[in-house]
């Protein structure tokens, strides 16, 4: 068995025009920066995009935001995007927004054959409004129905050649989960390893979610808000 | 004084009065904004655990300059560090988390919050939609729910409503609002002014709120 191949441009080879892209990372941090990029390089159009946010301008997803190739974006938080608010007021992007929870588990539903959820997130807001709603045990729920994508882009720290995957800290949040639910799942790493080399109970995501790996170059690992405290100076 | 220092005198008020309903042990989430100093009025010598929605349990304070880890921020997407204890999950385990009733205390901030405890904080139509996170979720599972804001609006009107009228966050999820005047609790029969600001009288914190509130018959002056 033989997932790997060589870079970002050769793992993308199949992505087509008005795929569903599950893309990782919470921010910028832990998002598969040379699969965006071998995308953007690829020039396919008319993606539905999932994904917690769309990085910023000029990084990350806003690459492929500028570069027109979103028609549809599903996310939970688009703040830091000045293009995307515009491109949406212009009708160029359909923008679908969704709780954070109800979107993890919508995806996590998605890869774990649960077709439908009921959950209390929104219930009498608008995400609530033209939902099915049941009452359990005296409290109100939604129906959440699950989500899947054609391909899901992850970002992993470390990943042995038959796709097992291990993340670094916050840079995990939605990649496990997005690993799951698409029926092709390519894993970028910072560390390609031989299988045997990774600790059985260390690993997040079992070879079994992933199709193709490849190790990943030239990360920027942007900040986008760095914070420090004083060091106090020892006396 | 002038208007910047007034509205720090306020906000610290503000979290220095939250910070007193924290309890040792208690695993809590911070909201983006001025929620997140709380953190700096936790007890000496008591342990809270601060919750991250993006998978992060028990924060530890911004890290030193030169220490800063592109893997390592909070869900203000500001870089954090660890502390002893962390722990490091997905986002479905986060939710699973908050969801699920297991994080004793969220603070929010509000623009708006109603007699009934209900809750608008993420979206003001005619702007553009930025998208509501983790708030949703957050007020659904939370065990008890605070609402950090300053009373009024920055012309003077009430945050404090009969019925909001922005999109909603939540329904009835509100528990505590404290304001730089006030501290209120949401009972089933209403408001029911609790705490005034020193110097304040509960007349004037009325006057500033939409809504008749019940004057506690304990009423105290808020002590930071």
């Known amino acids: 068995m033989n997932k790997v191949v060589a870079n970002a441009d050769e793992a993308v080879r199949d992505v087509f025009d008005g795929a569903v892209i599950m893309v990782g990372g919470f921010g910028l941090c832990g998002i598969p920066e040379n699969l965006i990029r071998a995308l953007v390089h690829k020039g396919v159009k008319n993606l539905t995009t999932i994904s917690n946010n769309v990085g910023v301008d000029g990084f990350g997803m806003g690459l492929l935001l500028s570069a027109g190739q979103i028609r549809k974006h599903i996310g939970t938080y688009v703040g830091e995007n000045k293009l995307l608010e515009q491109m949406v007021l212009q009708g160029k992007v359909e923008l679908d927004l969704v709780p954070q929870g109800t979107f993890s588990e919508r995806i996590r539903a998605g890869g774990a054959g649960i077709a439908a959820f009921f959950t209390p997130t929104g219930v009498g807001t608008v995400v609530g409004e033209k939902k099915e709603t049941r009452e359990f045990d005296g409290r109100m729920y939604v129906m959440e129905r699950a989500l899947k994508a054609d391909f899901a882009f992850v970002k992993a720290w470390k990943g042995d050649k038959w796709g097992n995957l291990v993340y ?50 030239l990360y920027e690992k942007r900040i986008e808000k760095r914070t420090v405290r004083k060091a106090v100076a020892s006396s | 004084m002038n208007k910047p220092g007034k509205d720090i005198d306020k906000r610290e008020r503000i979290v220095k009065r939250i910070a007193r309903e924290l309890r040792d042990g208690f695993y809590v989430n911070l909201g983006i904004g001025m929620p997140t100093l709380v953190a700096n009025y936790v007890p000496a010598r008591m342990d809270v655990i601060l919750q991250s929605e993006n998978g992060m349990l028990g924060i530890g304070p911004y890290p030193v300059e030169g220490q800063e880890d592109a893997d390592l921020i909070n869900a203000g997407k500001e870089t954090v560090s660890e502390m002893q204890g962390t722990a490091y999950f997905s986002s479905a385990d986060s939710f699973a988390m908050i969801r699920g009733g297991h994080i004793d205390l969220s603070v929010l901030g509000a623009m708006e919050v109603d007699e009934e405890g209900n809750l608008a904080n993420w979206m003001i139509p005619g702007k553009m939609v930025k998208g509501m996170g983790g708030a949703m979720d957050l007020v659904a599972g939370a065990r008890r729910v605070i609402i950090a804001m300053e009373h009024t609006t920055r012309e003077g009107e009430p945050k404090i409503l009969k019925k909001c009228s922005l999109p909603l966050t939540g329904v009835r999820v509100v528990n505590t609002i404290v304001t730089d005047m006030a501290l209120l609790q949401v009972t089933p029969k209403g408001l029911v002014l609790e705490e005034v600001a020193p110097g304040l009288t509960a007349e004037e914190v009325q006057r500033a709120t939409e809504p008749t509130l019940t004057v506690s018959p304990n009423l105290k002056v808020m002590e930071g």
Do not use: C, W
Not at chain 1, 172 to 189: D, G, K, L, S
Not at chain 1, 195 to 216: C, K, W
């Open chain 1, 168 to 217: 670094r800290k916050t840079a995990r949040n939605f990649n496990p989960m997005m690993a799951t639910a698409a029926r092709v799942t390519i894993a970028e790493v910072e560390h390609l390893v031989e299988v045997g080399e990774l600790d059985a109970d260390m690993v997040h995501t079992p070879s079994v979610y992933v199709n193709r790996i490849f190790q990943g170059e």
